[in-house]
């Protein structure tokens, strides 16, 4: 992992606003057998996990990572029953199948994205869903961007055509659209394409809270963060 990447995994890890509320649009498809792949330090888990998950596989390629992820899991429920896969999608068994499966902020960093979410298709159970967080936007893409490993930034359109065409959607929404409008400030007026510390705190604590109430105003069509549903139709 290099610098930058961990950069991000720190500045985001108490980003808890924000992980609640993307969380919040994604709880009713969280159920039965789950994977998440590119699960880093395991900070998202504590804002998915449900008691209607009966296993949940974290799947991360890098090492450095590994023994964080596995603390996050043992601090969850007693009855949560967790599994660490060192390695990608394509090293799970055969017949592993999921009712749900979820990248947050990973796709991003794959540069076949097409290619990925294929093999994540073919991992769903029928009726299983496949949940996308990515960032939103290629006019945002920063230096910071490049640095922590990010191949592109999405938009609606761009996301749905790397979907295999076989999943049938379920949602498609824009989220933060007032942020979306502080890091495009932030580019233009401060011209800074690295956000400290105390700007994370600063949008978690201010600027999603606002957004929480802007984006049903738009309709979610505005927003810095793109989440995506497909289901795998029997």
Not at 20 to 42: K, N, P, R
Not at 204 to 224: E, Q
Request: aromatic share 8%; with cysteine.
């Amino acid at each position: 992992m290099n610098e930058a990447m961990k950069t991000e995994l720190d500045l985001f890890e108490n980003a808890t606003n924000w992980k609640s509320y993307w969380a919040s649009f994604l709880s009713e498809f969280i159920h039965g057998d789950v994977l998440e792949v590119g699960a880093g330090t395991g900070g998202n888990l504590r804002h998915l996990y449900r008691p209607t998950v009966d296993s949940w596989v974290c799947v991360e390629p890098d090492s450095e990572l590994i023994a964080s992820l596995q603390t996050s899991i043992d601090g969850l429920a007693a009855e949560f029953s967790g599994h660490i896969v060192h390695g990608t999608i394509r090293d799970l068994p055969d017949a592993a199948l999921f009712d749900a499966i979820f990248y947050i902020d990973v796709i991003e960093h794959i540069e076949d994205d097409r290619e990925e979410l294929e093999l994540a298709a073919r991992r769903l159970k029928p009726g299983g869903q496949l949940i996308i967080l990515v960032p939103a936007h290629n006019w945002l893409f920063s230096p910071f961007d490049a640095s922590m490993g990010h191949y592109r930034r999405y938009t609606q359109r761009s996301l749905r055509d790397v979907i295999p065409t076989h999943l049938v959607r379920k949602q498609l929404i824009y989220l933060d659209s007032v942020g979306m409008l502080a890091s495009l400030a932030n580019r233009l007026i401060l011209r800074s394409s690295t956000p400290t510390a105390k700007q994370i705190n600063t949008w978690d604590k201010r600027i999603v809270p606002v957004s929480k109430i802007i984006d049903p105003i738009t309709g979610h069509r505005l927003g810095k963060t793109v989440v995506g549903i497909w289901e795998n139709i029997p």
